[in-house]
C-alpha cells in the first residue's frame, strides 16, 4: 500500500514554544491530507483537512490560530502547534487520501508531550 | 450530525471467533471500513466495505447493509496479537473528504 512518513514520532517541549509536525507521502501525490488528535483510550477525531495550495478546514471547536496547517506541495503537509500548553499533549496522526474510495493512508503518528 | 456506535470492550479467549457490531448515521456515505490499533501506534487498515455483502480477507471478514446503516468485523481463530483497538470509520463522501471515526472497541484476547 501507499506510504505516509510522520515527523517526529515523538517530541518533548516547554509550555509555550512551537513545535511543527511534518506528514508526507512518499510514493503518490496527496491533494487532500487529514490531521486527527487522539486522546489516550479515545478514538480519532478530525482536526483539519488540508488540500493543497489552499487554506485548511477546521472542525468546530479546533482553533486555527493555534494549530497552523500548511500544505505546500502534493506530498507534504505541517501542523504546527504554537505556544504548546499541557492540554495539547495528545497522539496527533496526519493521513493522506490517494483519490480511491477506499482506504486513507495513515503516517505513524506524532506523540506530543509539553511540559 | 454524525455518529458511528461499537462496543466499547469485548473479550474472547484465543481460538475463538468475535463479531464487532457498528451501527451509523451520517450525512453522506461512500463506505464503512475498519481499522486495527495497537496501544501506541497508528491504525492500520483492516477492510474497507462500499457495497452490501461480505468482503473477507484471511481471519478478517467485514460486512455491510446500507439500508440497515449497519456493518460489522468479523475476526476467526483469534490470537492473542490481535488484542488491539478496531474502529469503524465512515466516509461521508468521495475522494478528499475525512474518515469518520467510531469511538472504538478494545478487544482482549486470552489463553
Known amino acids: 500500500g501507499a506510504v505516509v512518513s510522520q515527523h517526529p514520532s515523538w517530541v518533548i517541549c516547554k509550555s509555550g514554544t512551537s513545535v511543527k509536525i511534518e506528514c508526507r507521502s512518499l510514493d503518490f501525490q496527496a491533494t487532500t491530507m487529514f490531521w486527527y488528535r487522539q486522546f489516550p483510550k479515545q478514538s480519532l477525531m478530525l482536526m483539519a483537512t488540508?488540500?493543497?495550495?489552499?487554506?485548511?478546514?477546521?472542525e468546530q471547536g479546533v482553533e486555527k490560530d493555534k494549530f497552523l496547517i500548511n500544505h505546500a506541495s502534493l506530498t507534504l503537509s505541517t501542523l504546527t502547534v504554537t505556544s504548546a500548553h499541557p492540554e495539547d499533549s495528545s497522539f496527533y496522526i496526519c493521513?493522506?487520501?490517494?483519490?480511491?474510495?477506499?482506504?486513507?493512508?495513515f503516517g505513524e503518528g506524532s506523540r506530543l508531550t509539553v511540559l | 450530525g454524525q455518529s458511528l456506535e461499537q462496543p466499547s470492550e469485548v473479550t474472547a479467549v484465543e481460538g475463538a471467533i468475535v463479531q464487532i457490531n457498528c451501527t451509523y448515521q451520517t450525512s453522506g456515505f461512500y463506505g464503512l471500513s475498519w481499522y486495527q490499533q495497537h496501544d501506541g501506534g497508528a491504525p492500520t487498515f483492516l477492510s474497507y466495505n462500499g457495497l452490501d455483502g461480505l468482503e473477507e480477507t484471511g481471519r478478517f471478514s467485514s460486512f455491510l447493509s446500507r439500508s440497515d446503516s449497519y456493518g460489522y468485523l468479523l475476526l476467526q481463530e483469534l490470537q492473542m496479537k490481535d488484542s488491539a483497538s478496531y474502529f469503524c470509520a465512515v466516509r461521508g463522501g468521495k475522494a478528499g473528504t475525512a474518515l469518520i471515526f467510531g469511538k472504538g472497541t478494545t478487544l482482549s484476547v486470552s489463553s
Open positions: 488540508s488540500n493543497e495550495g489552499s487554506k485548511a478546514t477546521y
Open positions: 493521513s493522506a487520501d490517494q483519490g480511491t474510495a477506499g482506504e486513507l493512508f
